[in-house]
């Protein structure tokens, strides 16, 4: 995991954890504005059933869904956190540490695992349903319905926030053994 080292990088990392914690609680405001009974579907389809795009489509040629913007907004965040935290958090008891790491490990074996079935789902699915964006996943309660692209691009993210989670704590756990 990386460490910054001057007070200047610190600085930059600071500013991109802010940018994109901004970020993330602008999604956060949005998804919440516009409530659905999917989901996730309001960052990936708008209330008629297509695409949600940022910028709209007939502004530039180049946009992303909301739930992009939150996918690589998490995952920076993840990464900026961690990182300013690898020096500080040998401050913290070795034993919290430990379950830290143990707590990553399997948050990292939970959103693997989630990753390769959403995947897997998504590709079967693909068959039957040829717009990707509308593909949802109502099991096991289905009652309980989820938008496939919101449901893999959050556990990807959250695969990448245990990643680094569980190198920042099992770095700082080996650096005391040295």
Same mark, same amino acid.
């Given at each position: 995991m990386y460490t910054p080292k001057t007070n200047d990088e610190r600085k930059v990392i600071l500013a991109i954890l802010v940018i994109s914690g901004v970020i993330?609680? $602008?999604?956060a405001? *949005?998804? +919440?504005?516009?409530p659905?009974?999917?989901?996730?579907?309001?960052?990936v389809n708008n209330a008629n059933g297509t695409p949600e795009e940022f910028p709209p489509t007939n502004l530039s040629p180049f946009y992303v869904k909301p739930?992009?913007?939150m996918y690589l907004a998490g995952v920076m965040f $993840?990464?900026?956190? *961690?990182? +300013?935290?690898?020096?500080?958090i040998s401050k913290i008891s070795r034993r919290l540490r430990a379950i830290l790491l143990l707590v990553s490990l399997f948050g990292l074996a939970v959103s693997a695992y989630e990753?390769?079935?959403?995947?897997v789902l998504w590709g079967s699915l693909i068959v039957t349903h040829p717009n990707p964006d509308t593909i949802v996943n109502a099991y096991p309660v289905s009652s309980f319905r989820i938008n496939l692209v919101f449901a893999t691009k959050s556990f990807?993210?959250?695969l990448f926030v245990s990643y680094f989670g569980y190198?920042?704590?099992?770095?700082?756990l080996e650096a005391e053994m040295v």
């Open positions: 993330l609680l $602008a999604i405001l *949005f998804y +919440l504005l516009n659905r009974n999917i989901v996730g579907d309001s960052l739930v992009t913007i $993840a990464f900026c956190f *961690f990182a +300013l935290i690898s020096d500080p990753t390769l079935f959403n995947f990807v993210a959250l190198a920042t704590f099992k770095r700082s």
